[in-house]
């Protein structure tokens, strides 16, 4: 069991995970995207379920407490159908995606509902499908069109700026692309769901080039839903049908695989242990409980806290946040401590 | 053979090794031909087999509660629902199918659809091989030791339902053993047990995994049907596939299912095959190929017998639905709501993975009463009437552009997009009769002429040839 990850002079230090499933409250319903705010406060999106509409913003901090919760399911203004993405301004207002009903929503930072914008379409600022979104160094937000495989930008009122991107296999297109970020620089990187790898692109939209290719081995991808990049450059593409996250240096060449190490269960999860003596049975029975519990089942989406040095994963099945600390200038102990 | 002829005759094939077909998909295979298309069948991508492919990302993207959806059966059951509705291997699918109604499985008991789920993709990747490996793996699969109560089944204290479930209902049929015989095949199962799991709470449902005991497996001499040894249960599945009574059992089941409908199987004692020189063929060929279900279901979907059995069978509920959305091309991208997929057989009487017993259920004309039947024709009505579904929108365009104008004209085309479907006489007179009354179909008003277009679907869909396969 890998509770530290290093390569080199990094290491990504696993520190705890936050969360169980829940349908309300102290839990998520398939974390889909999480957004960090400032003095360790999180926003996460709950992509929530079918036959128990869950779907719901949660803002929790990283000691695991509840704060409140907003967007719940409907189609009326401040609600979701397909939440999808969440990020933060700078004054930590919440936006939201949802791709069903084709719309950003903007709440306070307390959850009260703002406003929302956004049409159903294929033109210039339509959207198709929103599914991923992220501010970039302009605080414009990028946002991705899923289903038309395009790559938008807004004013954060929503006012369109500039578009690119075309659905296919080739070198600089797209295939119903999910998850996006941004770098200090303001380059954009796409998780290229269906081409099986993470796309970078100027903020212009010329291609700078791929991460990644279809497979399960070192520097392959299937299915990426969720990206993120680092304050070195580091990118962390978070593999979904491989169940890990897989990390790339700023050159594109694979470093190591996060496969999920929460070996511990999360406060919130210990509520749900102790409060059913049976539960507290049946885990004593199994053999290898923690290798089996720490890993991840069809992660989603991912944020790097740069303030921080921190990377959030959301590992959706399992209803639970997974958090690494990032430690750079790492140097490893003398084998004779 | 005339083109149409071709095109019938496929359209047969994709209702029985699939979930049927539109025109444009019979068009194309037909110009592949007829032994072609049943290779193409049977010999689906790799990777398309068992899961990780686009039908499933696509499904787990946009629901992931569908990935492992726990006790709530309705979205285990949309889960499989999509894949019969997308998936690029229908045959695939319709073997899974196959193999859910003779080893019948329900969540009433296991209260597991991701355990369900596991063993209908069991059913896929072992559904067109060997017998004796289906055999081997079902004995190992966590859902069904659950189901049959193998897990209770202990070296001093034997659990007799798996080993005369084996026997009865997943092999020989009765009447070929005795008590005794079911005794000891559940002797030589003790030991074959599930592995604790971690439980539901906090994270949700983990795998349950296979679990040999060997310190629970009783080792001592067994005689079973005449054979002595310290027989584990590999051994007797050995023993099973050699009977000439499982060869009939499981060729009589293939039949009913993919070929016309027989009585239901507790009569199977009493009442011949339907056809025994069919069921011969089929018994002769599984037998020579050692069990090996592909060459098997070549010669049948190859054979006169299969050709000429049109309309000889109804429709499974799960067959209407699956068929039914394929033609409209609803649902071939997820979106919400997607529980009523996986409902929609279970108002006809087909409640998928969650069979009434393990006995499965009755087919034929047991599918149809006064409620089923009425849900099966207002579920095909309602989405061959609906003009915003794309699949309906084609047949639309198609019937403008071949120029359908007649009542006649009209009638013929709306039978030919359903499926080259030929009825009787008498049908067809009234289904006529009810063209005649709107006239020539007026192409400066198409809305309202995909109107009229849509109702002639529908009444199509209430025919006994349509809810036949």
Redesign the interface.
């Known amino acids: 069991m890998a509770i530290e990850t290093v390569v080199g002079n990094r290491a990504w230090i696993y520190s705890h995970n936050i969360g169980r499933n829940a349908a309300a409250g102290t839990g998520f319903s398939m974390p889909i995207a999480v957004a960090p705010a400032k003095d360790g406060v999180l926003f996460v999106a709950s992509r929530g379920s079918d036959t128990n509409p869950n779907q719901r913003v949660s803002k929790v901090t990283l000691d695991q407490e509840f704060i409140h919760e907003f967007g719940r399911v409907g189609e009326e203004q401040g609600n979701h159908v397909f939440l999808t993405g969440v990020a933060l301004d700078r004054d930590e207002n919440v936006y939201t995606t949802d791709e069903w009903l084709n719309r950003v929503s903007v709440f306070d930072n307390a959850g009260n509902f703002l406003h929302s914008w956004g049409e159903a379409g294929e033109g210039e600022g339509q959207f198709s499908g929103p599914s991923g979104l992220a501010f970039d160094k302009d605080e414009n937000l990028v946002i991705v069109n899923s289903l038309n495989s395009r790559v938008q930008t807004f004013t954060k009122e929503g006012k369109f700026l500039s578009g690119f991107g075309t659905k296919g296999s080739g070198e600089d297109e797209l295939d119903m692309p999910w998850g996006i970020t941004t770098d200090d620089d303001g380059n954009i990187f796409v998780a290229d769901w269906n081409n099986h790898r993470i796309q970078k692109f100027s903020a212009g939209g010329a291609h700078l080039g791929s991460i990644g290719h279809g497979g399960a081995g070192p520097g392959n991808l299937r299915h990426p839903s969720g990206v993120a990049v680092d304050g070195d450059g580091d990118v962390y593409a978070v593999d979904w049908m491989n169940q890990r996250v897989a990390i790339f240096n700023s050159d594109g060449m694979p470093l190591a695989f996060l496969r999920g190490d929460a070996v511990e269960v999360s406060k919130w999860g210990q509520m749900s242990i102790e409060a059913n003596p049976d539960m507290q049975r049946r885990r004593r029975q199994v053999s290898n409980l923690d290798e089996q519990q720490a890993r991840f089942r069809m992660p989603v989406g991912c944020a790097f806290d740069r303030a921080a040095n921190r990377l959030i994963v959301c590992d959706s099945q399992r209803g639970r946040l997974q958090i690494y600390d990032k430690e750079t200038n790492y140097a490893d102990p003398q084998a004779n401590l | 053979m005339s083109h149409k002829e071709d095109l019938a005759q496929m359209a047969h094939l994709m209702r029985r090794a699939g979930f049927g077909a539109t025109r444009e998909e019979l068009e194309r295979r037909v110009a592949v031909g007829y032994e072609s298309t049943v290779e193409e069948l049977l010999n689906p991508p790799e990777d398309d087999l068992a899961g ?1 492919a686009g039908t499933f ?1 696509m499904l ?6 569908t ?2 959806p726990g006790g ?1 059966p ?2 285990g059951q ?1 889960s499989w629902m999509y894949h019969m509705i997308n998936s690029p291997n229908p045959l695939v699918e319709k073997v899974a199918l196959f193999w859910h109604h003779v080893f019948s499985t329900g969540n009433s008991k296991v209260d597991n659809c991701d355990q369900l789920l596991e063993q209908v993709d069991m059913f896929r990747k072992f559904g067109m091989g060997d017998y004796r490996t289906m055999l081997v793996e079902l004995s190992k699969n966590p859902a069904m030791i659950y189901w049959l109560d193998n897990n209770e089944n202990h070296r001093d204290a034997v659990n007799e339902n798996w080993g005369r479930e084996l026997l009865e209902l997943f092999s020989m049929g009765v009447s070929n053993y005795t008590e005794v015989d079911v005794r000891e095949a559940s002797r030589a199962f003790t030991g074959w047990t599930i ?10 449902r ?1 795998p349950w995994k296979f679990d040999y005991r060997e310190e629970d497996h009783d080792d001592t001499e067994k005689t079973f049907l005449g054979h002595t040894g310290n027989f584990n249960g590999e051994d007797i599945i050995d023993i099973i596939v050699r009977e000439p009574a499982t060869l009939r059992f499981i060729c009589r089941h293939l039949y009913n299912f993919f070929v016309a409908d027989e009585v239901q199987v507790p009569a199977w004692t009493i009442e011949p095959a339907r056809d025994e020189e069919a069921l011969g063929t089929m018994m002769n060929t599984l037998e020579e190929s050692g069990y090996d279900m592909k060459a098997l279901l070549r010669v049948m979907f190859n054979s006169d017998f299969f050709k000429e059995a049109t309309y000889s069978k109804i429709k499974s509920p799960a067959e209407v639905v699956a068929g039914t959305l394929r033609l409209v091309e609803d649902w071939n991208m997820p ?5 009523d997929i996986g409902l929609q057989p279970g108002y006809m009487g087909q409640s998928i993975l969650d069979p009434p017993s393990v006995e499965g259920w009755y087919t034929g004309p047991e599918w149809i009463n006064s409620g089923s039947l009425l849900a099966r024709i207002n579920f095909v009505a309602d989405r061959v009437a609906d003009t915003s579904l794309s699949g309906v929108q084609k047949i639309i365009a198609d019937m403008k552009s071949e120029g359908v104008s007649t009542p006649g004209e009209l009638v013929q085309a709306s039978l030919e997009h359903m499926g080259f479907l030929e009825l009787s006489p008498e049908t067809q007179e009234q289904l006529l009769g009810h063209a005649k009354g709107g006239g020539n179909l007026d192409w400066s008003n198409e809305a309202a002429t995909g109107t009229r277009i849509g109702e002639v679907l529908a009444l199509v869909g209430a025919t006994t040839e349509y809810q036949f396969g």
Do not use: D, M
């Open positions: 990780p990302a787990t993207r946009y629901h992931p509660n990935l492992l709530v309705t979205l949309s592995a604790p799991k971690i439980p539901r709470l906090p994270y949700g983990f979106r919400p709501g997607i529980k």
